[in-house]
T-cell receptor, first 111, second 112 residues
Framework: GESVGLHLPTLSVQEGDNSIINCAYS??????FIWYKQESGKGPQFIID?????DKRQGQRVTVLLNKTVKHLSLQIAATQPGDSAVYFC??????????FGTGTRLTVIP | DAGVIQSPRHEVTEMGQEVTLRCKPI?????LFWYRQTMMRGLELLIY????????DSGMPEDRFSAKMPNASFSTLKIQPSEPRDSAVYFC??????????FGQGTRLTVV
């Protein structure tokens, strides 16, 4: 029979453009958030994190924004490159050190 | 450090057989996580340990699954007996408490 899987949100961007990937979380007690990148055949790889006492954090070409009021997290990638093509996950922890992942967004960079 | 090391990378087994997945966390990390990834359910947290003690195993699907961490440098996830629906990629990750988790390359399990 036909296999049914998770419907991954997808985002296609032109090389050189900026990308914005969004994530909603539900646990008000979550105090630590992480973005991961997963390439095909590999484990998730840490990109950037943010704690709940901050609303913005910048890394190299990446910025994470946290809006605790609406429980929303976003990852901005500047000047997106073909190597950025992957599935991106947000993850949250509620202080108990467990780490729960969202369903992921597939980013495709068009050369 | 070589990162989180999982073995085997691939495992094909027959239904009903016992399967043991192995994980060596990053030296010095005190938290260890086991995840399962499938197309249907995405990345699911099965169990995690702090300082070798299981803290939350509510994600373990059923009694056929068990995990141990006999010391700070080794953990196993066992499925007995295995079923075709257990086919998935199983990831181990480790971290220092309340910091980012580092993932291994995963074990791709196929139960036929």
């Amino acid at each position: 029979g036909e296999s049914v899987g998770l419907h991954l949100p997808t985002l296609s961007v032109q090389e050189g453009d900026n990308s914005i990937i969004n994530c909603a979380y539900s646990n008000s007690a979550s105090d630590y958030f992480i973005w991961y990148k997963q390439e095909s055949g590999k484990g998730p790889q840490f990109i950037i994190d943010i704690r709940s006492n901050m609303d913005k954090r910048q890394g190299q070409r990446v910025t994470v924004l946290l809006n605790k009021t609406v429980k929303h997290l976003s990852l901005q990638i500047a000047a997106t490159q073909p190597g950025d093509s992957a599935v991106y996950f947000c993850a949250e922890t509620g202080g108990a050190n467990n780490l729960f992942f969202g369903t992921g967004t597939r980013l495709t960079v068009i050369p | 450090d070589a990162g989180v090391i999982q073995s085997p990378r691939h495992e094909v087994t027959e239904m009903g057989q016992e399967v043991t997945l192995r994980c060596k966390p990053i030296s010095g990390h005190n938290s260890l996580f086991w995840y399962r990834q499938t197309m249907m359910r995405g990345l699911e947290l099965l169990i995690y340990f702090n300082n070798n003690v299981p803290i939350d195993d509510s994600g373990m699907p059923e009694d056929r699954f068990s995990a141990k961490m006999p010391n700070a440098s080794f953990s196993t996830l066992k499925i007995q007996p295995s079923e075709p629906r257990d086919s998935a990629v199983y990831f181990c990750a480790s971290s220092l408490m309340n910091t980012e988790a580092f993932f291994g390359q995963g074990t791709r399990l196929t139960v036929v």
